[in-house]
Structures are given as C-alpha cells and as structure tokens.
C-alpha cells in the first residue's frame, strides 16, 4: 500500500464550516516519559518538533453536541500564537495549515478514531461576511468517529 504514516488532509475537509477555538494552547506532556515530578514534553518521533494542543469547536451544524469540541494538536518548535479575538464573537475563529489525518482504534471504546496535526494555525482568511470564517487549506484533532 502506497500510504505509510499520517495521510496529508485539508482544512476544508476536515472543517468545511471552519472552527473556533475555546481553550489555551497547551504544550503536551509526554506522561511515559516524565517521573518524579519531573515534566518532559512530548517531541514528535519523526520531525522531532515539540507537541501542542488546543480545543477548538467544529462549526458544522449537523456535528453532534458530543464532538463538537476536539483537541488539534500543532507541531512547533514554540508555542503557536491564537490569533486575535474579533468583535462580536464569543469565540476566536482560526484555520489551519499542514494538516495530516492518523486513523487509530481508540483503546477506551474500540471505535475508529483520528488524531488530526497541524504545522501551524491561523486567522481565517475572509469571504466578503464580516466575522464568519472562510473555508481554506490547512492541522490535528483528535476526533472519535
């Protein structure tokens, strides 16, 4: 099979009605690693590059309550910037860039699952509608299906 590793996906595929964020963008731990009281962060095993993550919304209206909201995680060798807040919106919309798809079996259910990564994220470039997302190219979540 010509597929080995994380398959590359698009921001519009996975967010055709965009996202927005509603957490910290946090560094992840590498909890195998760490011990007594010591913290060591997770790195990714092929580029090496630290781990972060962010809880962002799915927009998409016909997503269920219960997945809506999933963890993107940013490969950085720093911690990513959120982009400015807009006026009006109770959330920060954000796009991102360099996306990949990993499907998995999660351990806890035994259902298929998708840790989704990003190299970067960004504001949404506009359409024309003052505030709403645009729909581009571009990161990880972490998504039971």
């Avoid at 731990?29 to 092929?46: E, H, L, M, P």
């Avoid at 219960?66 to 006026?87: E, H, R, W, Y």
Wanted: charged share 15%; net charge neutral; aromatic share 6%.
């Amino acid at each position: 099979m010509a597929i080995h590793g994380p398959i590359p996906i698009t921001f519009e595929q996975v967010f055709p009605h965009g996202c927005y964020i509603v957490g910290e963008v946090e560094q992840v731990k590498d909890f195998d690693a760490s011990s007594g009281g010591r913290t060591v962060f997770a790195k990714d095993k092929t580029t090496g590059e630290l781990i972060w993550q962010v809880a962002v919304m799915d927009a998409d209206p016909n997503v269920k309550a219960g997945q809506k909201t999933v963890s993107v995680k940013l490969l950085s060798p720093v911690q990513p910037v959120v982009p400015p807040a807009l006026p009006g919106l109770p959330f920060v919309p954000v796009e991102f860039d360099g996306m990949t798809v990993t499907p998995y079996v999660a351990q806890n259910t035994g259902r298929l699952a998708y840790s989704i990564r990003a190299t970067a994220l960004r504001a949404p470039r506009t359409t024309g509608t003052a505030g709403a997302p645009a729909k581009q190219n571009g990161a990880v979540k972490e998504a039971a299906a």
